[in-house]
């Protein structure tokens, strides 16, 4: 494991640079809208910025109002 590490440190760098912004736009929604169960599971799940990014863009729209 640590082999492969050191041979992809860069495609593990890029995952990182890649997920963070994602995960973090979707924990700041999922807070402001006191959403506790999306924010644990956007806290611990790491997917490659999937499940924020479905999150962002599909979960955390609001509702219309009639």
Not at 16 to 36: D, E, H, M, T, Y
Not at 60 to 65: E, F, I, N, R, Y
Request: hydrophobic share 65%; net charge positive.
């Amino acid at each position: 494991m640590a082999e492969f590490i050191e041979q992809n440190l860069w495609l593990i760098s890029l995952a990182i640079a890649w997920s963070l912004p994602w995960k973090g736009v979707a924990l700041w929604k999922a807070a402001r809208r006191v959403q506790k169960w999306w924010f644990i599971a956007l806290l611990v799940l790491n997917t490659l910025a999937v499940l924020p990014i479905l999150y962002i863009f599909i979960f955390s729209k609001k509702k219309a109002t009639s």
